[in-house]
């Protein structure tokens, strides 16, 4: 600008000014413009009056009067004195009138706000409390809203670095119908005991730390550990054990780390109090057992969600001083795998037939819900002509195909060198300038497997073609890790149409497990009756929200998905029955014992591709006649 400031730019540069000095400048300002319009209008008002008095003094007597009453200063008439006084009481009373609604109005607003911040104290006894926030806490509190259905009343109480009512928002959304159990949500840092004591911790029935998701990186191989997140996790476990205000009695904690590395640091923060898991090891696990037998994903999300079939520990005198196979044939509408002794606290999956059942012992069976594990008096039968003998079977070397690298594909090629038979070949196709470095590093103490590998776009179907898939027993699609999560499920899906699409030129099926990040890209995804979908979060989430229940299924499922304990198996129908024959699970249970194994369930060919169960039947009952053909297998707990 050049030149003079116009008169206009001088009144307004003066008015701003005049505006920035606060209140008291507002409060001037907010007079003047109401003198300025209220006098000359109660004037025209005694001016337009019928009534008008005659006399001056008269007239500004009801000019007076209209503008006291305007701005309620009563509008005494008298000496010059007593009208001041009177101004002064009224301006004192309007003074205080409005400083109290404003005080009133004020208070009221910040309770709300704090309200709405969820900054108060929760008061709930018996309840669940979530540390943190990520996409566990839907499937955790869908899960705990099942669990707690058979309760009038029952609380979940979030507490997290987020606004409260994004909180809530979300979980409505995403959670619609949560029945008889409470959602509370508190903003707070999880690692800070301060705010970890709005959730009131020391009256929870069980406190679950949800693992923060992996921070983006640029590496071809982002480690939770090194980006913080795992860290988080250790520090909220020590605000919990460390603070000053923590109970006497112990808590029970349940918590997942995602890098193995963070794992002891994590035990060592909760110590007793805490069972931790890692995430990375239990979802290669997973993958290994599931690659090798279809359907294993299937079982494992039935028998980890409360919607379905789970493990229970149920004390039965009637059962004392009697054996686990008597054990077996007790149950009509449950299926025991083991027991929790009552002498050390062991968990004893699968024991010897003739173990004999000691008081106090409890038995681990998988049953509809906690109340159903009931003794039946059942008189049964076994078909004696129906059992057969496994027929022996040569193992033989493997061919399995690995597409993409994450993470968990060294542990994932550990884990399979414990699996195969000596010989067996593993051909790793990836993207990435260190893949080859990567690998040399996984393969270091492999006994059993032969690995190679070669770059290239597993999305490009030139890639796949040229890798001769039908060499190949086993193919293994992870999910890339140095990308966002809806990108790597993204290309995760083309890449199995491709080999669905390629799979059309084979004489066979080829059974292909599958790592996604998003459950719901599942429903997506094309699939075929040999297909197995892990979706590492939700398996995690439906394992803590188990552990949170019951402390003792940690241990139960440390056994499951350690390659050296007892796992679920599921193996040649023809195995254990006659072909074709019509018999009841009693049977099939009894076969299975004579093997050392224990039988759970059944899975049925010609029903894998129908959802939701895809052909599994969990603990069936045993006395409904079943059929069994040469393509239907038998779940079994066992140890090989």
């Not at 037998?293 to 494992?300: A, E, I, M």
């Not at 190679?452 to 293994?476: N, R, S």
């Not at 069936?620 to 239907?632: N, T, V």
Request: proline residues 5%; charged residues 25%.
């Amino acid at each position: 600008m050049s030149g003079n400031p116009s008169r206009r730019a001088r009144l307004r540069y003066w008015f701003d000014n005049t505006m920035s000095r606060g209140t008291p400048a507002l409060i001037g300002w907010l007079s003047a413009i109401c003198l300025v319009i209220v006098i000359p209008v109660s004037a025209l008002l005694v001016w337009a009056d019928k009534n008008t008095p005659t006399t001056l003094g008269n007239q500004l007597t009801s000019v007076w009067q209209n503008t006291a009453d305007t701005f309620k200063l009563g509008g005494a008439v008298g000496t010059p004195a007593f009208v001041a006084f009177s101004v002064i009481l009224a301006l004192v009373a309007l003074f205080f009138a409005s400083t109290l609604v404003g005080l009133i109005t004020a208070g009221v607003n910040r309770k709300i706000m704090d309200l709405r911040k969820g900054r108060s104290m929760v008061l709930e006894k018996r309840h669940t409390v979530l540390l943190g926030w990520s996409d566990q806490v839907f499937p955790i509190v869908s899960e705990l809203v099942l669990a707690n259905a058979n309760l009038s009343k029952s609380a979940v109480v979030i507490l997290a670095d987020k606004d409260k009512v994004e909180m809530e928002d979300e979980i409505h959304a995403k959670v619609r119908d949560t029945d008889t159990t409470k959602v509370i949500c508190r903003t707070g840092s999880p690692m800070d005991p301060v705010d970890i004591d709005l959730a009131n911790p020391h009256e929870a029935r069980s406190i679950i730390v949800l693992t923060p998701p992996v921070k983006d990186s640029d590496s071809a191989a982002p480690c939770a550990c090194k980006d913080g997140s795992d860290a988080e996790v250790v520090k909220t476990l020590l605000a919990i054990t460390q603070s000053p205000q923590r109970r006497e009695q112990p808590y029970h904690i349940v918590a997942s780390v995602q890098c193995g590395h963070s794992l002891e640091a994590a035990r060592l923060a909760g110590g007793a109090e805490a069972c931790v898991a890692g995430v990375d090891d239990i979802s290669a696990r997973l993958i290994v057992q599931t690659s090798r037998q279809p359907g294993l994903s299937v079982v494992y999300l039935d028998l980890l969600n409360y919607a379905g079939d789970e493990f229970y520990l149920s004390a039965e005198p009637t059962l004392t001083g009697r054996t686990y196979a008597e054990a077996l044939f007790a149950y009509d509408t449950s299926s025991p795998v083991g027991l929790l002794r009552a002498s050390d606290g062991a968990i004893v999956l699968n024991p010897p037939s003739d173990t004999v059942i000691a008081e106090g012992d409890r038995i681990i069976a998988v049953s509809r819900d906690d109340d159903t594990v009931i003794v039946s008096d059942h008189a049964y039968e076994i078909d004696e002509a129906a059992i057969v003998s496994p027929r022996p079977r040569e193992k033989l070397p493997e061919s399995i195909l690995l597409l993409a690298w994450n993470r968990r594909a060294a542990t994932i090629i550990q884990q399979l060198d414990t699996y195969v038979p000596a010989g067996s070949r593993l051909h790793v196709v990836a993207r990435g300038t260190e893949l080859k470095r990567l690998v040399e590093d996984a393969r270091k103490g492999l006994t059993n497997l032969e690995v190679t590998c070669e770059t290239g776009d597993i999305t490009h179907p030139g890639t796949l073609k040229g890798l001769g898939i039908g060499d190949y027993e086993h193919v293994i699609v992870l999910g890339y890790d140095d990308v966002d999560s809806a990108q790597a499920d993204n290309q995760t899906l083309v890449t199995l149409l491709h080999l669905r699409d390629l799979e059309n030129t084979l004489s066979r099926e080829l059974p292909v497990v599958t790592e996604m990040t998003d459950d719901r890209n599942r429903a997506l995804a094309p699939i075929s009756e040999s297909d197995d979908f892990i979706v590492s979060d939700k398996v995690i989430s439906l394992l803590m929200t188990q552990v949170s229940e019951n402390r003792h299924l940690a241990r139960l499922f440390a056994d499951l998905f350690s390659s050296d304990g007892c796992e679920i198996y599921l193996k040649p129908a023809g195995d254990y029955v006659a072909l074709q024959h019509e018999l009841d699970f009693y049977t099939v249970v009894e076969s299975a014992r004579r093997q050392g194994q224990s039988a759970i369930g059944y899975r049925v060919q010609s029903e894998t591709a129908q959802p939701p169960s895809f052909g599994i039947h969990l603990n069936p009952d045993k006395k409904e006649r079943i059929m069994l053909g040469a393509a239907d297998s038998v779940i079994v707990m066992a140890e090989e």
